[in-house]
Structure formats: structure tokens, C-alpha cells
Nanobody
Framework: QVQLVESGGGLVQAGGSLRLSCAAS????????MGWFRQTPGKEREFVAA????????SYLDSVRGRFSISRDIAKNTVYLQINSLKPEDTAVYYC??????????????????WGQGTQVTVSS
């Protein structure tokens, strides 16, 4: 059983930066993938970024590419999402997720087996 715990959210002014963390308990294999999604009230959960635990494959939502950066620390069993140049439209609850299968699209919710509880990011204009 894997548990995911996010942290690092908060209230920040537009143009600022945040680094979200997702600590995973349990054994993580190199074939696993870790993803970040976000959700605002009344909308579907949206893919933001993903990385294989091996680190050899990284993907981003096109609209965040260049501002968001996903990385992982194997020793700490932690995946990070660095968010720069924050915009009010980045306001959302951010969730991390773990997918045990190496297959499946990393941008689809159904490709993931475990989810964290979410961390709120609020960007003021």
C-alpha cells in the first residue's frame, strides 16, 4: 500500500513561486510514474505534469511548460513540482498521484492508482 502526502501549497502573489512536495511511503519501483494534477470547483481534475520514477520520461500540460518543473528525489521518495511566475489561473487544489503501470497515458486520471489528499494553491492578483 502506498500513501502520498502533499505539502507546500499556500497563498502567493502573482509572479511568485512555490514548490510543492509529495512524499510517498512504501516501495517505489523505477517503472512507476508520478503525476501532478489540479482541480478547481466545478471543473474536472486536470493533468499538469508527470515523471517516471526512473526519471527518463517527463511530460507537461502545454500551457504550463516553461513555468512548471517536475522532479523527484529517490532517496527521499519525494516528487516535487516547482511553479514559477504564478498566475491567478493557477489557483487550484493540486494533487499528486502514483501509477504502478508503466503503460497508459500519464495525462489520464485512470492511469494512476493512488492519490494524495491535495494541497491548496491560491494566487492573488
Amino acid at each position: 500500500q502506498v500513501q502520498l502526502v502533499e505539502s507546500g501549497g499556500g497563498l502567493v502573489q502573482a509572479g511568485g513561486s512555490l514548490r510543492l512536495s509529495c512524499a510517498a511511503s512504501g516501495r517505489i519501483f523505477s517503472t512507476y510514474k508520478m503525476g501532478w494534477f489540479r482541480q478547481t470547483p466545478g471543473k474536472e481534475r486536470e493533468f499538469v505534469a508527470a515523471i517516471t520514477w526512473s526519471g527518463d520520461t517527463i511530460s507537461y500540460l502545454d500551457s504550463v511548460r516553461g513555468r512548471f518543473s517536475i522532479s523527484r528525489d529517490i532517496a527521499k521518495n519525494t516528487v516535487y513540482l516547482q511553479i514559477n511566475s504564478l498566475k491567478p489561473e493557477d489557483t487550484a487544489v493540486y494533487y499528486c498521484a502514483l501509477g504502478r503501470s508503466g503503460g497508459g497515458s500519464s495525462s489520464l486520471l485512470r492511469s494512476y492508482d493512488y492519490w494524495g489528499q491535495g494541497t491548496q494553491v491560491t494566487v492573488s492578483s
